[in-house]
């Protein structure tokens, strides 16, 4: 008998899992970039990602990702401090908590986002 983990380096989630769309939204950004003193020292919460999964633990970085619609868009790095994995009966969820230790810039941003996702499922195409 065995069981099923999986293991992140990238915590890509939705504005309802928990992504602060109302801190880092993508229009804002474009025109007046967002700075990690924007988010220094405050902590953001993750919620009900599908499955049991182990993230990269701090000092180690994640990559932060917003899923809009299906679509990535990657936000900079992150260190989770902090996660959860509940059963409820049918299926596994991951939670937890995370710091921002890095925002790219809007040109960057795009570049990475274009670059590192999956066919058809970069925000920018």
């Known amino acids: 008998m065995g069981g099923y983990i999986e293991t992140n380096d990238i915590l890509q989630i939705t504005t309802e899992q928990g992504f602060p769309e109302n801190i880092l939204n ?8 967002i700075t990690i003193k924007d988010v220094k020292d405050k902590v953001f919460e993750f919620k009900d990602k ?7 633990q701090a000092p180690t ?3 932060l990702v917003h899923n809009i619609d299906g679509k990535w868009l990657y936000l ?3 260190l989770i401090i902090e ?11 991951t939670s937890g908590k995370y710091k921002i230790i890095v925002i790219y810039n809007p040109e960057y941003q795009k ?5 590192e996702t999956d066919k058809g499922k970069s925000y920018f195409l």
């Open 111 to 115: 570049q990475i986002t274009l670059n």
């Open 50 to 56: 599908s499955n049991a999964r182990i993230f990269q």
């Open 26 to 33: 993508l229009e804002k950004h474009q025109k007046s970039p």
């Open 76 to 78: 900079g790095k992150i």
């Open 61 to 63: 970085r994640n990559f």
């Open 83 to 93: 996660q959860t994995i509940r059963w409820d009966g049918k299926q596994s969820f």
